[in-house]
């Protein structure tokens, strides 16, 4: 079953309230959906996180071109294509750019095989997937309200991000973990730390029993986070450093993390990110999902991965409780914080056109800036 034509919409969704984090405020989420037709009649929906604008252009002007003709079934060798196209010297804005393709092509094999994805990649080690709740607010009351409202909503496990000046991070952790009580905590740090900052801030968190730390170091500093792992009993998670599959390899062999967080938009699609979570469940590492306010498609790809990986033991992230509107009419069940595994073939949603079109966007607006903040910026680490 080959490709024939390929379709894809940027697409920018609103959110309800603006979110804050150490590199910046974002509005909104912008995505790259895409489309394809296969000689069998049978179509294919992906879903990538869209940033910067070279994973347009190279969606554009490699991934789409070199797709037309691929068996769909042929995953492996289409994303190696692609990097041996000279992408390789442009890693991550390539694998973003091949990461909804690659989904496209699972979703159309599923479709055709009349199978969900997780049928294809092992079966269903779980019926229901645990999220969790992400906080983005910088005031300890507000966090904490925050949090009150997820946990009423049947939420077991709470996020929050930090990162924004040293004070801060201890006074929202407790003020969210004297709300939520005994329930996994876990805090997000994107790598706004210097080593002596992070000793410091990891010891003064120890009486909290966070679930873990997320990225406390800039993402290639591997040897920081292997030491700060062996001298803190804060279990230490990494996300911006295990993109991809090399990646996640290096993360390992430095002993760099007990989680290990992926994305299959940053790691070039589902395979990899199930390749990953197996090199990780060899060295006894439970992973989970970094979220990028995934849409339908690219939300009801997340719930087959998790359904499917053994060591996907932790509840994923998700931001959809900050999405104003979605692309599909049948988007993936959120219930008592945790979402419903599709059993439909392929990913189990269908997007509607109409939707696409409303919100689709020329221009990616970034979420590493603070127009509140007029000449601000972030950088790693800060302090």
Not at 110 to 118: E, M, Q, S, T
Not at 154 to 159: D, I
Not at 205 to 228: F, I, N, R, S
Request: net charge negative; aromatic share 8%; charged share 25%.
């Amino acid at each position: 079953m080959r490709i024939t034509a390929v379709q894809h919409w940027l697409v920018r969704m609103p959110f309800s309230e603006d979110i804050l984090w150490a590199s910046g405020r974002r509005t909104g989420a912008t995505r790259l959906v895409v489309r394809i037709d296969t000689d069998a009649g049978v179509v294919g929906w992906g879903e990538t996180i869209c940033l910067i604008e070279p994973v347009r252009a190279v969606f554009e002007r490699v991934v789409a071109r070199l797709a037309v003709g691929y068996d769909v079934a042929q995953v492996e060798r289409f994303g190696r294509h692609v990097l041996g196209a000279g992408y390789y010297h442009h890693k991550r804005a390539a694998v973003m750019a091949m990461a909804a393709m690659e989904m496209a092509m699972w979703d159309a094999l599923g479709r055709r095989a009349g199978l969900p994805l997780h049928a294809l990649w092992g079966g269903l080690w779980r019926d229901r997937v645990p999220a969790s709740a992400y906080l983005f607010l910088p005031t300890p009351a507000e966090c904490a309200d925050k949090a009150q409202a997820f946990l009423d909503r049947g939420y077991g496990t709470f996020k929050v991000k930090i990162g924004f000046d040293e004070r801060s991070d201890l006074a929202l952790l407790e003020a969210v973990r004297e709300r939520v009580g005994d329930l996994p905590l876990r805090a997000d740090v994107n790598g706004a730390w210097f080593v002596p900052t992070a000793k410091r801030q990891l010891a003064r968190m120890a009486p909290l029993d966070l679930a873990y730390v997320e990225q406390p170091l800039p993402l290639d500093d591997l040897p920081g986070h292997a030491a700060l792992r062996a001298g803190s009993s804060v279990p230490i998670a990494l996300d911006e450093s295990a993109y991809t599959l090399e990646d996640v390899a290096a993360v390992v062999r430095a002993d760099a993390a007990d989680v290990v967080l992926l994305d299959p938009h940053e790691a070039g699609g589902l395979w990899q990110t199930v390749k990953s979570a197996a090199l990780c469940e060899a060295a006894n590492l439970p992973v989970t999902l970094h979220s990028g306010a995934e849409l339908a498609i690219s939300q009801a790809a997340y719930v087959h991965l998790a359904a499917s990986i053994p060591n996907m033991v932790l509840a994923i992230d998700t931001e959809r409780a900050y999405l104003a509107d979605d692309v599909a009419p049948n988007a993936v069940a959120l219930r008592d914080g945790a979402f419903d595994v599709p059993l439909e073939p392929g990913l189990g949603v269908d997007p509607d056109i109409e939707k696409l079109e409303r919100y689709r966007v020329d221009a990616i607006e970034g979420a590493y800036l603070d127009d509140a903040r007029p000449g601000w910026f972030p950088t790693k680490p800060q302090y």
